[in-house]
Every structure is written in structure tokens, then in C-alpha cells.
């Protein structure tokens, strides 16, 4: 490994008193520069993970490396890293500009330099002019913005964002989550951005850690997770999905819903107990005679972008199905899809496993 | 028309009560202010009261009463601190209050046996060589009760401020690199800001007319604004004298009260968000 990687947590365990265990054992490493998210539902330790790497709490076990240095017993003031909390945490007492000037000010830095600084942090987050204001004049998306023009007011190395937007309606959701991914990478800082959003994760992230029960279950890229989900779990946290059980008759050759379908998955032992899954999106409506399976539409809801249908094959399993097209429920119709929409998933398999086995398959099965 | 005449009707007991032991009282005394020792009209009284005597009297009971709030702050701040950070809180806090609701008197006299001649501490300094000592009746003793006394007032509202205080801000004062100390004093400190005032208000006040404590404790080596009124009143039988040392001492606690005023900014939400 030639960069060194900013963040690293070895083996780290954090218990509180003899039972209640909130991480196990975890070992991941992040690099410089990127956007990293902590996906998972609550309580499944990825605000942990945070307050560890801010200070605020130390491991049980296992070490935790900032730029390769162990910094397990470095105090939160200490550290190259700087929160943007869940409910912003801005001083009541101190105007917009004092709180975003608060860690410059502890530095001692010169009057004219903080003026400076905090005018920059200002104008990065959009709020020019608003220096004056009392925070308790903000509205939220506003008070947001101050919450994180004071953390890079500091230039730490790491950002990290403990569920900012949870507070924030969904219109300025959005539009918050193109800011900050814009601002990362103008400012080309590690952030590390903690959320039960699927949404938010896909939409911002150069590596989602996919977590649940004091454990990353998957880690990578937005589309690899999408894709490739290594659970069922995973498949059904991360956007929606349709998981029936099958047999891997073979390599690309798989029984699900009473048929067999061409797939592109390999690697997996003849006749092996598996879940497939299929994206409600891959699915296309199509003429009973033509589809590959065919069911009956059970209820039709409009989403505005695409209808979603709710619909059952003849052996009772459940197929979401979006689609700009629409159907008249109570009748049969045909789903279509392409080989390339089934996953295959594996019981129980480690992540190393999955990964060993994609890249095997995909290096030499199919050309992407 | 029903809901405004019932407001009216909840209006009495308030308009009695400020009618008779407000507005009647204090009138009284600014009336009783104005006559001397025979009975005649005079502003002599306040010229009086700008005397040597009574400035000095004025200053030493002020003086008493600013040494007992700060040692009182001194003390109840970091009680009230570590009290937020134990497990019961409800629980110690409690232990702390309780005393407060046994009388006054008792709690005086039982201060005369421990502090006595006789009592334990001087038992104490004879065993242990030091001899008997003259503890009752000096300024010691006088701050050392009155402190007791007013310890519980001044906890409570800072206990109550510290409380309410967002423990997220000490998070974000120590992650934009503040130590413990400058965490303290430019986040914890501004906003308990308000629970302090609260608590210099319940101690300095009643402190500046303190009277029983000074009888029984300081053996009127101790004259504060509180006996000085009791003196004129029942000794001299000045009244007039009595009511305009009485005056002043209201006016003094409005000025204290308009020092120890509560500012909206930050005070009552303590830094959560709505």
C-alpha cells in the first residue's frame, strides 16, 4: 500500500459494563479524500464509530490510527477532526460569527485572520452577511450551514457528520445532500457522514460501510452495494428489492419460482441453496406470453415518477415492479428482465468471500 | 362575557394579596419614613441615614452579605456540577434541600451548641491541645452559619441550569479544540449564567437583611441593615428611622435585582434546539 490511509481501525470493540457490546471487533481503513458514509439502522453503532474517531469515547479493545499514528488515548481537542452534530450543537450564547470564529479563537489566531477565515467559512456555506445574526434566528437548513462552516473553518483532515440532514425537511434534504457532496469535493477533505438514509448514502458517497449490530456487513461503492448486495439484509436496508429463495442449478444457471433462469453469477456449489434477487426497476411489464414470469397484478400505486405494482406469481411470492407503465389490477401479466438483473446471494457468506468470488467470476465470466 | 367576569373573580386573591402585603406595607413605610421621634413631618431621616454611621452600617452589611453569597457560589457551583454527573441526582440533590425545610431557628441554635463553650468543636480543640477557643459571636462563625443556611437556595438554580445544559455543546467546545477549562469558561459558565444570577439573588437579598443569624451567631458584633431596622424599631422605638433604613433597603433590592436580571438570549432554551 503506497497511501497512507487517513483513518484505521484495528480490530476496535466498544462495550459499555459487561453486556451491552455496541461494536465488535472492526477493522476498516479510509482513505484521504473521500466521502465515506455509515449506513445502518439505529443502534447499530455507526455513531460510535464517530464518537471514537472524534475522541469522545474510547474502544475497549483494538487500536485506531489517525494518518498511522495510534490516537486512542489523543483527547477530542487534540484531534485533526472536527463533528458536525446531529442537532448542529451551535453555542446559544455566541452569535453566527463567534461560533464559527469558537476553534479559531481557542487557537489564538490574530483578530484580522479570523475575520478573514470565518468570512471564507461563511461564504462557502452561503451565508454571506448573516455573521451578526443569533443563531436563534436561524432556520434550520441555515443553522446547518453554520454547524458546518465552523467545523471547516479549522481546515481539519476529517469532517465528520453525524446525521445532519435527519432534522431538515425533504426538499432542503436534498438539496443539502448536492451541497455537501459539492463542498467535499471542492475541499477535498475525508468526510465521514453517518445516516440511516439509504438515499443519502447513494446519492453522496464514494464508499458506503453498510452496518448492522455493532458489524459492517458490506462495504464499497453506491452501485456496488446497489447491485451486489452480499445479504438479505443489505438487499432490503438498501433501496427495494424483491428476495425470493432458489437453487443454483450451476455456473450462470439458476431455479427460482419454479423455473430456471440464465444468470451471471459462478462460483457457487451445484445445487446450492440460495436468495435471488431482483430490483422492482429491472423488472418490465410486458404480455403474459412473453414474460419470463407471470403474475397478477395486486395493487397499483402511483409514485409520481413510475407506478409501483404490487404483484404475486401462481407459487404466492411477491414481485414489486416499477414501471412507467401502467396495468389494471386483477390482471395477469408478464414480467420480463434480463440476466444481468438477477443476484444471487449466498447464505451467510463472509465479505471476504463475496468479494474473492465476484472478482473471480467477473475477471473472467462476463464482460461488463 | 362568562370567562371575563370569571377572570375578574381569579383576579381577587392576587389583587388582595399584592394590595395588603405589597402596595399597604411598603406604603406604610415610605409613610412612617417621613416623621421623626415626635411625630412631626421631616425628610431628617434620609439626611441621617447619609451619615458616617449609617453609610458605614450600609457598607459592612453589604459587605457581609457579598463574603456569604461568594462563599456560598464557591461552594454550591461545583456541588451542583459533580451533582449533575452522579447516577441519582434527584436523590443527592434531595439530601442537599431537605435541611432547607427545617426552621431557620432550630437549625441557629443548634449552632450555638456546636460552636458553644461547651460544645464540640472547642471538646475537640481541647483534646487535641489547641485549647478552647471564643468561635460563637465572631465573624467566622456568623459566615460560616449564614453560608449553611443559604447553600441549598444557591444550588438549586444552578444545579437546574447545569442540568438543562445540552451536553452536545461541551462535545462541539472540545472538538473545535477547547481544553476542559476553556470549555468551562466560555461555554458551561455563560450558559449557567443565568441559574448563578438566580442563586445571587436568593442569597444576596436576604443576606443584606440578615438579623436573627447576627443576634444569636454574631452576638450583634455584626450589624447589618436587618438589625439596625429591628434596633430602631423595637430598642430606640425610632420608627421613623426604622422605616427609612427600611427604603433603602428596598431600594437596594431592586437594584440588585435589575444587576441580577435574566437575559432572554440563550437563557431558556440552554442551547437545545426547539
Same mark, same amino acid.
Given at each position: 500500500?503506497?497511501?497512507?490511509?487517513?483513518?484505521?481501525?484495528?480490530?476496535?470493540?466498544?462495550?459499555?459494563?459487561?453486556?451491552?457490546?455496541?461494536?465488535?471487533?472492526?477493522?476498516?481503513?479510509?482513505?484521504?479524500?473521500?466521502?465515506?458514509?455509515?449506513?445502518?439502522?439505529?443502534?447499530?453503532?455507526?455513531?460510535?464509530?464517530?464518537?471514537?474517531?472524534?475522541?469522545?469515547?474510547?474502544?475497549?479493545?483494538?487500536?485506531?490510527?489517525?494518518?498511522?499514528?495510534?490516537?486512542?488515548?489523543?483527547?477530542?481537542?487534540?484531534?485533526?477532526?472536527?463533528?458536525?452534530?446531529?442537532?448542529?450543537?451551535?453555542?446559544?450564547?455566541?452569535?453566527?460569527?463567534?461560533?464559527?470564529?469558537? /476553534?479559531? &479563537?481557542?487557537?489564538?489566531?490574530?483578530?484580522?485572520?479570523?475575520?478573514? !477565515? #470565518?468570512?471564507? %467559512?461563511?461564504?462557502? =456555506? *452561503?451565508?454571506?452577511?448573516? /455573521?451578526? &445574526?443569533?443563531?436563534?434566528?436561524?432556520?434550520?437548513?441555515?443553522?446547518? !450551514? #453554520?454547524?458546518? %462552516?465552523?467545523?471547516? =473553518? *479549522?481546515?481539519?483532515?476529517?469532517?465528520?457528520?453525524?446525521?445532519?440532514?435527519?432534522?431538515?425537511?425533504?426538499?432542503? !434534504?436534498?438539496?443539502?445532500?448536492?451541497?455537501?457532496?459539492?463542498?467535499?469535493?471542492?475541499?477535498?477533505?475525508?468526510?465521514?457522514?453517518?445516516?440511516?438514509?439509504?438515499?443519502?448514502?447513494?446519492?453522496?458517497?464514494?464508499?458506503?460501510?453498510?452496518?448492522?449490530?455493532?458489524?459492517?456487513?458490506?462495504?464499497?461503492?453506491?452501485?456496488?452495494?446497489?447491485?451486489?448486495?452480499?445479504?438479505?439484509?443489505?438487499?432490503?436496508?438498501?433501496?427495494?428489492?424483491?428476495?425470493?429463495?432458489?437453487?443454483?442449478?450451476?455456473?450462470?444457471?439458476?431455479?427460482?419460482?419454479?423455473?430456471?433462469?440464465?444468470?451471471?453469477?459462478?462460483?457457487?456449489?451445484?445445487?446450492?441453496?440460495?436468495?435471488?434477487?431482483?430490483?422492482?426497476?429491472?423488472?418490465?411489464?410486458?404480455?403474459?406470453?412473453?414474460?419470463?414470469?407471470?403474475v397478477t397484478v395486486d395493487t397499483q400505486l402511483f409514485r409520481g415518477v413510475h407506478y409501483e405494482l404490487s404483484t404475486y406469481d401462481k407459487d404466492g411470492n411477491e414481485w414489486l415492479v416499477h414501471s412507467t407503465k401502467k396495468a389494471q389490477v386483477g390482471d395477469e401479466i408478464g414480467l420480463d428482465f434480463d440476466p444481468e438483473a438477477i443476484h444471487v446471494m449466498r447464505l451467510n457468506e463472509s465479505e471476504e468471500d463475496f468479494d474473492r468470488r465476484l472478482e473471480s467470476y467477473e475477471v473472467t465470466g462476463h464482460a461488463e | 362575557?362568562?370567562?371575563?367576569?370569571?377572570?375578574?373573580?381569579?383576579?381577587?386573591?392576587?389583587?388582595?394579596?399584592?394590595?395588603?402585603?405589597?402596595?399597604?406595607?411598603?406604603?406604610?413605610?415610605?409613610?412612617?419614613?417621613?416623621?421623626?421621634?415626635?411625630?412631626?413631618?421631616?425628610?431628617?431621616?434620609?439626611?441621617?441615614?447619609?451619615s458616617s454611621i449609617y453609610l458605614r452600617l450600609t457598607l459592612s452589611s453589604f459587605w457581609y452579605a457579598f463574603l456569604i453569597t461568594l462563599f456560598s457560589l464557591l461552594i454550591a457551583y461545583p456541588t451542583a456540577y459533580y451533582l449533575t454527573k452522579t447516577k441519582h441526582k434527584q436523590l443527592w440533590l434531595l439530601l442537599i434541600i431537605i435541611p432547607s425545610w427545617i426552621n431557620l431557628l432550630l437549625k441557629t441554635y443548634a449552632f450555638i451548641g456546636i460552636f458553644g463553650q461547651y460544645g464540640p468543636i472547642n471538646a475537640l480543640f481541647a483534646a487535641i491541645g489547641i485549647g478552647n477557643k471564643q468561635i460563637l459571636f465572631t465573624d467566622f462563625s456568623f459566615i460560616f452559619v449564614s453560608v449553611y443556611i443559604f447553600i441549598p437556595f444557591m444550588i438549586l438554580p444552578i444545579f437546574n441550569a447545569i442540568d438543562r445544559l445540552n451536553p452536545a455543546l461541551i462535545d462541539a467546545s472540545r472538538d473545535l479544540g477547547a481544553n476542559s477549562w476553556t470549555t468551562f469558561r466560555r461555554v458551561i459558565l455563560p450558559l449557567t449564567m443565568n441559574g448563578v444570577k438566580s442563586g445571587i439573588q436568593v442569597t444576596f437579598i436576604p443576606a443584606l437583611s440578615l438579623f436573627m443569624i447576627t443576634r444569636l451567631i454574631a452576638g450583634n458584633k455584626v450589624i447589618t441593615l436587618g438589625t439596625a431596622i429591628e434596633q430602631q424599631f423595637l430598642v430606640t422605638q425610632n420608627w421613623g428611622m426604622g422605616s427609612t433604613i427600611a427604603v433603602f433597603l428596598i431600594l437596594f433590592m431592586f437594584i440588585i435585582m435589575l444587576f441580577t436580571e435574566q437575559r432572554e438570549k440563550g437563557g431558556t432554551g440552554n442551547g437545545r434546539n426547539r
Open positions: 500500500m503506497t497511501k497512507q490511509p487517513i483513518i484505521r481501525f484495528d480490530g476496535v470493540s466498544k462495550r459499555y459494563g459487561d453486556d451491552a457490546t455496541i461494536l465488535d471487533d472492526i477493522s476498516f481503513e479510509m482513505e484521504r479524500g473521500k466521502f465515506y458514509t455509515l449506513l445502518g439502522p439505529s443502534g447499530c453503532g455507526k455513531t460510535t464509530i464517530l464518537r471514537l474517531i472524534a475522541g469522545f469515547i474510547e474502544p475497549t479493545a483494538g487500536q485506531i490510527l489517525f494518518d498511522g499514528k495510534n490516537i486512542n488515548d489523543v483527547p477530542p481537542n487534540e484531534r485533526q477532526v472536527n463533528t458536525v452534530f446531529q442537532d448542529y450543537a451551535l453555542f446559544p450564547h455566541l452569535n453566527v460569527f463567534e461560533n464559527v470564529a469558537f /476553534g479559531l &479563537r481557542i487557537k489564538k489566531v490574530k483578530g484580522p485572520e479570523v475575520k478573514r !477565515r #470565518v468570512e471564507e %467559512a461563511l461564504r462557502f =456555506v *452561503n451565508l454571506e452577511g448573516y /455573521g451578526g &445574526r443569533e443563531i436563534s434566528e436561524m432556520s434550520g437548513g441555515q443553522r446547518q !450551514r #453554520v454547524a458546518i %462552516a465552523r467545523a471547516i =473553518v *479549522n481546515d481539519p483532515e476529517v469532517i465528520l457528520l453525524d446525521e445532519p440532514l435527519s432534522a431538515l425537511d425533504l426538499k432542503l !434534504r436534498t438539496e443539502m445532500q448536492y451541497e455537501l457532496r459539492e463542498l467535499q469535493q471542492r475541499l477535498g477533505k475525508t468526510f465521514i457522514f453517518v445516516t440511516h438514509d439509504q438515499e443519502e448514502a447513494l446519492a453522496m458517497s464514494d464508499e458506503i460501510f453498510v452496518m448492522n449490530a455493532g458489524q459492517i456487513i458490506q462495504s464499497g461503492t453506491p452501485i456496488d452495494i446497489y447491485d451486489e448486495p452480499i445479504s438479505r439484509f443489505v438487499a432490503d436496508f438498501i433501496g427495494e428489492s424483491n428476495i425470493v429463495d432458489g437453487v443454483m442449478i450451476r455456473d450462470q444457471l439458476v431455479l427460482f419460482a419454479g423455473k430456471e433462469f440464465e444468470c451471471v453469477d459462478a462460483g457457487l456449489d451445484p445445487n446450492e441453496k440460495i436468495e435471488v434477487v431482483i430490483r422492482p426497476e429491472d423488472l418490465e411489464i410486458t404480455s403474459p406470453e412473453k414474460g419470463k414470469l407471470v | 362575557m362568562q370567562s371575563k367576569s370569571a377572570r375578574a373573580l381569579y383576579l381577587i386573591p392576587y389583587g388582595a394579596w399584592i394590595l395588603l402585603f405589597v402596595v399597604a406595607p411598603i406604603a406604610l413605610v415610605g409613610y412612617y419614613s417621613l416623621f421623626d421621634l415626635h411625630g412631626s413631618f421631616t425628610f431628617g431621616n434620609y439626611r441621617n441615614f447619609f
